[in-house]
């Protein structure tokens, strides 16, 4: 029986997670995730999926995170009534993160469509909304760990811990294909092992065909993640935080990384190893999923990592919008936790409009960027960025530390693959251009074939045979694939205007500056005269 494996998303870019299964009449959808970063990317989670959402049979939930869970509610919208299969965890976790991500689209719609109606342009909906989200959790049904599982005709599947957060699993499926059925094993997130506060990544031996994420499959990070070394890089930065006399921001994820970073600031200050201050929490969701954790985040061991999320004097949750604006008036030195870890949505792009001016403050990313989100360009050292629509100078200092990865690295990927021993594909998934061409050198270095290894397009699908090379079926893709590995027009246009407002300021005079503006204008009536499909409003 003819099994096809389509890439609907995470192909090319790190966001997105969607892998459709088809057998016979059998569909099963690996994921749904939200693509994150440059607009371009985040405009397909409006277009219409590129399938019937109601001839699904069911979805296997690797974990919540928004990139692979964040569009379940409008799967269901758009007719999907199956069974959505996940762990215990991972359904604790939606049952606050899916509802989050309704009220943000929401909140944002609504502050876009006061901008749409004053340009006197249509208004647009959210999405789905909390109360979507809310009633999609009656299709989830939990799955136990490395138990066999009936989740469609045909098909089964166990999940395996993948050591990255709560509940997270890489799901090993099994495809009737006459005597032989065919296993696919899909990776989701692999944590990168050794921490404290996860066990480490699993997975089954002699797995068939995989597809395997390739976040960080060029990067090596060492021994840097042991609980000793990352305490320590922090204390660095919160010594140095405070000596700068202002406040210390973290963008964070508000599930794990946020519930991490608490954990060791706390360590840090009872152990006098780090100047002690208080701590916002300023992110409704972190709040919520801080409590999923303490109830949750036990290890079979009994050991649990999440205890000192417990009532401390130094930590303070700021939930209401009210809340959040009083931090406003704290002087000297604080911590601030605020989401998202990209700095694209949510309270964090308020404390940085307000706070990357400053040279007093300290800016912490502790998570990976994608292209085209702001958090990337402060990363890469931007000196003015845009936020809002307002130009902001950055004179805070931005500090980047990796030892919070939820991740694997390089070597750590390559050694749960060669674990796996898979005799079929491997396809490589969830990786910018750089980090899939990486992972893949180094695993034919590892003494995998390079004809087995192979990097998933976008919107492409791949005919599956246990004894044969897949075969690609290309489809016209949504979006091409080199926008979404670049920053695209909108960076591009913000890249602009910032330097056109820089060679403004700087310009000798009245003169020059309008004789920069003629010129730039004369290029872009040159450019609309050829096109006649284009009018500007008369200047």
Known sequence: ?????????????????????????????????????????????????????????????????????????????????????????????????????????????????????????????????????????????????????????????????????????????????????????????????????????????????????????????????????????????????????????????????????????????????GPRGPIFLDSPLGIRASDTFLRHGRFDNGAHPFGRLKASPWLRYTESADESRAIERMRGWHVIIASSGMCDAGRVRHHLKRLLWRDDATVLLTGYQAIGTLGRLLQEGRKVVRIQGDEIKVRAAIRSIGVYSGHADADGLVAWIKARGPSGSIFLTHGEPENLEGLQRRLVRAGFAAEQIITAEIDAGYRLARLHAPVIEKQTPRLAQSAVSRLDWHNQRSDLLTRLNAALEHAEGDAAREALIKKLSGALDAELASDQSVALPAA
């Not at 719609?109 to 340009?119: A, C, F, G, K, S």
């Not at 789905?128 to 045909?154: C, I």
């Open 1 to 273: 029986m003819a099994i096809k494996l389509s890439f609907l998303g995470a192909a090319g870019c790190v966001t997105g997670a969607c892998f459709l299964l088809e057998c016979g009449k059998t569909r099963v959808l690996i994921d749904c995730g939200m693509f994150q970063g440059s607009k371009t990317l985040k405009a397909l989670n409006y277009q219409t999926f590129p399938f019937d959402a109601d001839k699904l049979d069911a979805v296997l939930l690797t974990h919540a995170h928004i990139d692979h869970s964040g569009l379940l509610p409008k799967l269901a919208l758009a007719g999907f009534n199956g069974k959505i299969f996940a762990t215990k965890g991972t359904m604790e976790l939606c049952r606050v993160m899916l509802p989050d991500a309704g009220a943000i689209q929401e909140m944002e719609v609504e502050q876009l469509n006061r901008r749409r109606r004053r340009r006197g342009e249509d208004a647009l909906t959210p999405i789905f909304t909390r109360h979507d989200a809310d009633d999609t959790m009656s299709l989830f049904q939990s799955a136990a760990m490395k138990t066999w599982l009936d989740v469609a005709p045909g098909v089964k599947a166990r999940w395996w811990n993948a050591g990255h957060i709560l509940g997270a699993a890489s799901i090993e499926v099994e495809v009737e294909d006459g005597d032989h059925p065919q296993r696919i094993l899909f990776s989701g997130d692999i944590g990168p092992g050794g921490r404290d506060f996860a066990m480490d990544p699993e997975g089954p031996e002699n797995a068939g065909h995989l597809v395997v994420e390739a976040t960080y499959g060029d990067v090596e990070r060492g021994p840097a993640l042991a609980p000793e070394a990352r305490r320590k890089a922090l204390a660095e930065v919160m010594l140095a935080a405070h000596a700068a006399g202002g406040p210390l921001l973290i963008p964070a994820f508000a599930v794990e990384r946020t519930q991490e970073l608490i954990v060791d600031l706390i360590e840090l200050m009872e152990a006098g190893e």
